[in-house]
């Protein structure tokens, strides 16, 4: 248990890192927080494809729960939208909260199509 909360807690602060890092070095485009969207879409890839090709043990606690939990953020993109609709800016707003969604859900689904065999 310990050695999986360290794995844990050390994958978590290389994700921070990382997410600070992209999402910093994207601004936003046309209004839209594009290094949020980065990084979500990102860890959703990375996510789907430890998750299809069946990685587990120590590794899964250390990519999975650790980094990726870090990396991605519901939090982040949930108070830029939230900001978007509060500056009156409804378009911005409706277009963060789709894309997030579409992008992520793509980029797992892309993450199927190569990792799962048919």
């Known amino acids: 248990m310990v050695s999986e909360i360290m794995l844990v807690g050390i994958g978590g602060s290389i994700g ?4 600070y890092l992209v999402s910093g070095a994207i601004p936003k ?11 979500n879409s990102i860890g959703s890839f990375i996510l789907a494809a430890f998750t ?14 650790g980094m990726l939990g870090s990396f991605t953020t ?3 993109f949930a108070f830029e939208s939230f900001k978007l609709l509060e ?14 969604v579409v992008v992520c859900l793509c980029a797992a689904a892309l993450a ?5 065999p048919y």
Do not use: C
């Open 16 to 19: 921070a890192i990382l997410r």
């Open 29 to 39: 485009v046309n209004g839209i927080p594009a290094g949020t969207l980065a990084v």
């Open 52 to 65: 299809f090709t069946s990685v587990e043990g120590t590794l899964r606690f250390f990519i999975s729960v």
């Open 74 to 76: 519901f939090s982040t």
């Open 87 to 100: 500056e009156g800016e409804s378009r911005y707003f409706l277009l963060n909260i789709a894309l997030n």
């Open 112 to 116: 199927h199509l190569i990792f799962v």
